[in-house]
Nanobody
Framework: QVQLIESGGGLVQAGDSLRLSCTGF??????RGWFRQVPGREREFLAA????????YYVDSVKGRFTISRNVRNNTIYLQMNSLKPEDTAVYYC??????????????????WGHGTQVTVSS
């Protein structure tokens, strides 16, 4: 049973770093990744990884600052966020698909979602 649980959010200052974690994936969740959402705005794709190959994809706006990684033994993915900015304030979600359709995934089309973890970056 897939039950995604995010952790690691919190209140930080601009320039700080945070690492988010997501656990609870099923063995068939081949595509796993991170999104964020600000109230009143659409959910935004951030990064994804193909679990088998560890091929990684990022939205251009976070390349160089955010890194998605995984721990196979713990069946966990991470989102390392560096040089955080106030505009990074959002609820961060992990999500998963069983296939490898990254185009659909980037649009938020995923059957599995966590409940989210709040990240607040103060200026």
């Amino acid at each position: 049973q897939v039950q995604l649980i995010e952790s690691g959010g919190g209140l930080v200052q601009a320039g700080d770093s945070l690492r988010l974690s997501c656990t609870g994936f099923g063995r068939s969740n081949n595509l796993r990744g991170w999104f964020r959402q600000v109230p009143g705005r659409e959910r935004e794709f951030l990064a994804a990884t193909y679990w088998g190959s560890d091929t990684r994809y990022y939205v251009d706006s976070v390349k160089g600052r955010f890194t998605i990684s995984r721990n196979v033994r713990n069946n966990t993915i991470y989102l390392q966020m560096n040089s955080l900015k106030p505009e990074d304030t959002a609820v961060y979600y992990c999500a998963a698909r069983t296939d490898y359709n990254n185009n659909a995934f980037k649009k938020g089309l995923a059957p599995y979602w966590g409940h989210g973890t709040q990240v607040t970056v103060s200026s």
